[in-house]
């Protein structure tokens, strides 16, 4: 497996990389980039150029890793060439808001023989990331694992955009597919946050949309509890998550607010919010948010069932983000420690992640974890 990455500022220009030896070799290329630099389309132009036959695919982001470092405002680029595997690319344009329909849909281009994971990127804003995973893990065979995430917008929640072998467009799913016995994967997704105050009763709620808790509107609840970052919303509500559970505890996850509608009094999520769940508010620290990472890094690793990967794809929330702040970084250096310095780190801040928490859980929609996919070729 040979990999090298390119970053580019945040005027376009191209700052570091590794090597430009592989050419027509990549296989694909995973491109994550502020909203601004994507749109200009010479980087993608540029890309192309270097790697003709690949796969290009990535999208908009909250900030960009690139190796051991956070950056933001900057292109972050990491072809891949596998001696041994094959992969498959699979993109369509999601319509009429029928989410699970479209993941199905994208998962029936792709070859099932031999299939045995695949590597996501969705729109990020105009989604339920709920849906779009149950569509895929409905329509992949059992033994075929899924992770990625959602494209962001830095904290604006205006605009996502997917590259999909073609300049960055609005609405779009874009996949990868790998085959055969030489590639390994190992996954993660943990998050480090803590739950607190008055456990509530979802009431009213439709999918991703919830309307009221314990017969209340939910927005004017929320605003209650925000104070004064209730001016801020809906990126005030990145810092105060959702934890939601099941009656039976089966089930627990966080959701994130991804708009708010004023009309309804009511919080839009970019994932399911089920009636008769409980809920609570969840806020965090740095030093949580670290050890979260690293947990995330080390449950990988022995889901890899190696002791070291060749890549390292990492997707991190944007609302880890925020409240790292000057710290961000610290969370890349302790998955760095973690997997060692041979493995290659790419990744972004997004808006939701997928993956299962690990080897023997189920895959779902997560928000405010570090999402970790760690791929190695024999």
């Excluded at 027509?24 to 132009?45: E, R, T």
């Excluded at 849909?105 to 969705?122: E, G, M, P, R, T």
């Excluded at 609405?171 to 994967?185: C, D, E, T, W």
């Excluded at 961000?328 to 993956?355: C, H, P, Q, W």
């Amino acid at each position: 497996m040979q990999i090298e990455q390119l970053l580019y500022d945040s005027a376009g220009n191209r700052q570091k990389s590794t090597a430009n030896a592989l050419r027509d070799k990549a296989q694909f290329v995973l491109i994550f980039g502020a909203k601004k630099l994507l749109l200009n389309n010479h980087i993608y132009d540029e890309l192309r150029d270097l790697y003709p036959t690949a796969y290009l695919i990535g999208g908009t982001t909250a900030g960009e890793i690139y190796n051991n470092v956070a950056t933001e405002n900057t292109v972050s680029a990491t072809a891949v060439y596998m001696e041994k595997t094959k992969v498959q690319f699979s993109s369509l344009t999601i319509e009429n808001d029928k989410y699970f329909e479209a993941a199905a849909a994208l998962v029936a281009k792709f070859d099932i023989d031999d299939l045995k994971h695949v590597f996501i990127i969705s729109e990020g804003i105009n989604i339920n990331g709920s849906k779009l995973v149950e569509g895929l893990i409905t329509s992949m065979p059992e033994n075929v694992t899924l992770s990625g995430g959602l494209a962001g917008d830095g904290t604006l929640y205006k605009e996502t955009y997917i590259i999909a072998n073609d300049y960055p467009k609005q609405n779009r799913l874009v996949a990868i597919g790998f085959y055969g016995k030489h590639v390994h994967f190992g996954y993660a997704s943990i998050g480090g946050w803590s739950p607190f105050g008055i456990e509530r009763i979802i009431t009213k709620s439709k999918n991703n949309i919830l309307y009221e808790l314990d017969d209340k509107p939910a927005l004017t609840l929320y605003k209650e509890y925000l104070g004064d970052y209730a001016a801020e919303l809906p990126a005030a509500g990145l810092y105060f998550p959702l934890m939601v559970r099941s009656k039976d505890h089966r089930r627990t996850f966080i959701r994130t607010i991804q708009r708010v509608d004023e009309s309804q009094n009511a919080l839009i999520f970019s994932g399911d919010v089920p009636e008769g769940y409980y809920s609570k508010l969840m806020r965090s620290s740095p030093d949580n948010l670290i050890d979260g990472a690293r947990q995330a890094a080390q449950i990988s690793l022995t889901s890899l069932g190696l002791n070291s990967a060749n890549l390292a794809i990492l997707v991190s929330c944007v609302g880890r983000k925020l409240v790292l702040d000057q710290l961000t970084s610290e969370e890349i250096d302790a998955t760095r420690n973690v997997l060692k310095m041979d493995t290659i780190f790419t990744g972004f801040y997004s808006y939701g992640e997928i993956s299962s928490p690990d080897k023997n859980a189920i895959c779902e929609l997560h928000n405010q974890t570090m999402t970790i996919t760690l791929i190695t070729e024999v």
